[in-house]
């Protein structure tokens, strides 16, 4: 199973574009990059999920590299509450539906 | 329109003793996944139901089990419990176990073994 790497923190000035950066260099051709954030141990939280082409939503823009090998999560103004530890994850739809989750990025968002 | 639920939210248990963990998943969702998030650590795979048959495990022992009833509400049940079990347990159900689409988490139900 294709496994995420991420920084383990980062810090981001409120107001300005946090990139979360993720390397997935073994992800396979039908596997999916999903972004997740969590707050104080509260359920995870849906952010955007992308395949091959960049993706955008009201919450962030997901780029995905050509090759798939890396991506890049983008706030595009942080805000205090988004602090929270972000992670990358590979979906696996085969005979199983699963999420593989890494250790994720711990971002605080500063005033 | 209620998202994913889960019951009991907190519980304390002692070594040796069972529990069971109850999750409501989204309406008209019929898969259904569990997974094991101990302090500090992203969540781990437990097992995922899709029409109440089992579709996946993960590398979790025997002492750990789950079911899918047909209103597809699911339990995690948990036999001869340790120490190392303490943990947030969060459920996560989706339409359909193909992907893509998003997989809703509810809030957890956080155990504590003594």
């Known amino acids: 199973d294709a496994k995420t790497t991420q920084p383990p923190s980062m810090d981001c000035a409120e107001g300005r574009a946090a990139n979360l950066p993720c390397n997935h260099s073994?992800?396979?051709?039908?596997?999916?990059v999903y972004w997740y954030r969590q707050i104080h141990s509260q359920g995870p939280q849906y952010i955007i999920h992308?395949?091959?082409n960049n993706e955008t939503n009201e919450m962030a823009s997901l780029i995905i590299t050509e090759d798939r090998k890396s991506s890049t999560l983008i706030l595009p103004h942080a805000t205090l509450r988004d602090t929270a530890v972000y992670y990358c994850?590979?979906?696996?739809?085969?005979?199983?539906?699963?999420?593989?989750f890494g250790t994720g990025t711990r971002l605080q968002v500063f005033p | 329109d209620a998202g994913v639920t889960q019951s009991p939210t907190h519980l304390i248990k002692t070594r040796g003793q069972h529990v069971t963990l109850r999750c409501s998943p989204i309406?008209?969702?019929?898969?259904v996944s569990w997974y094991q998030q101990v302090l500090g650590q992203g969540p781990q795979f437990i097992f995922q139901?899709?029409?109440?048959?089992?579709?996946g495990r993960g590398n979790f022992p025997d002492r750990f089990s789950a079911r899918q009833f047909p209103n597809y509400s699911s339990e995690l049940n948990v036999n001869a419990l340790l120490l190392g079990d303490s943990a947030l347990y969060l459920c996560?159900?989706?339409?359909?176990?193909?992907?893509?689409?998003?997989?809703?988490f509810g809030e957890g139900s956080r155990l504590t073994v003594l």
């Open positions: 994850i590979v979906r696996v739809v085969r005979n199983t539906d699963k999420l593989i």
């Open positions: 992308g395949l091959k």
């Open positions: 996560a159900s989706s339409s359909s176990p193909q992907g893509p689409g998003e997989l809703f």
């Open positions: 073994t992800i396979s051709g039908n596997e999916y």
């Open positions: 139901y899709y029409e109440k048959e089992e579709r």
């Open positions: 309406s008209g969702h019929k898969s």
